[in-house]
């Protein structure tokens, strides 16, 4: 996917993703909102520096890297919380949204993996494409966030819930 469909998948899903932690529509909502909207697009855009240097789609397009980002504010407190979610939705942007995967498991294996549901990053469908998978990953984030609790056996919930707690 192109930028213009990274920096789209990253606003509309810091708007979803207010509405979906915050469902009240008020201020608080809009606080969650203007809170993840900046990590998330400038996470969005980063592993696409990997045009700049490296080997594109492998060198920042990996899971290594996404769990850098994810134990970043862990280890290292109030600081970059939210960045790796803009990372994880770009990746999920690319391998189920255009044509050619990432390089999931770069430096150890240079296979890109992807998905039969992409379009090249210059249809005219792609724009179509980024906001189906920006629905689809709401719907994932509400699942997770609301229904998935309630199955899980208490102890894991209050684990889940300390570490949401500790990244939000
Ligand atoms: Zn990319």
């Known amino acids: 996917m192109n930028k213009r469909g990274h920096v789209l998948n990253a606003v509309l899903l810091s708007i979803g993703l207010g509405y979906v932690l915050d469902p009240s529509g008020d201020v608080s909502t809009f606080a969650t909102i203007a809170e993840v909207f900046l990590p998330v697009v400038l996470g969005a855009l980063f592993p696409d520096v990997d045009t700049a240097f490296g080997r594109h789609r492998k060198t920042l397009h990996n899971l290594p890297v996404l769990l850098v980002f994810v134990a970043h504010p862990i280890y290292h407190g109030g600081n970059l919380q939210w960045v790796w979610l803009g990372v994880l939705t770009h990746y999920v942007l690319d391998m189920f949204g255009s044509r ?55 102890g894991i919930t209050r684990l889940l819930a300390e570490n949401t707690a500790l990244i939000a």
């Open 100 to 154: 050619r995967g990432i390089a999931l498991f770069y430096p150890f294996w240079d296979e890109e993996f992807g998905f039969p549901s992409g379009v090249t990053t210059s249809s005219e469908y792609a724009e179509v494409v980024t906001v189906v998978i920006t629905a689809l990953e709401l719907a994932g984030v509400a699942v997770l966030v609301y229904v998935l609790p309630q199955y899980l056996p208490p």
